[in-house]
């Protein structure tokens, strides 16, 4: 198995067991929410590397923090009234 595969199926792996974790807890609000937290540190390391999307520049980490917990509390808000 090469590096690339073994860290994808590691990512993929952590990510389910972060949003069990989440539903067990909190039900489908908090596995939504823990989405959302398991992938910042993505959003983290992809603006501290200057990560390009179809050779766009990335969003600045003052941008992005904010609106990663406006997601958060957006979905939170969303969920909670279905």
Same mark, same amino acid.
């Given at each position: 198995?090469?590096?690339?595969? #073994? ?28 989405? $959302? ?14 990560? #390009?999307?179809?050779? #766009? ?5 003052? $941008? ?10 957006? $979905? ?7």
């Amino acid at each position: 198995m090469t590096g690339y595969a #073994r860290t994808a199926l590691l990512l993929a792996g952590m990510t389910a067991l972060f949003m069990a974790v989440g539903f067990l807890i909190g039900g489908r609000t908090g596995m939504m929410i823990a989405l $959302l937290i398991a992938m910042f540190p993505a959003n983290l390391y992809a603006s501290q590397i200057g990560h #390009r999307i179809a050779g #766009r520049p990335h969003t600045r980490l003052a $941008l992005r923090l904010p609106l990663q917990l406006l997601w958060i509390a957006l $979905l939170g808000w969303s969920v909670s009234y279905a």
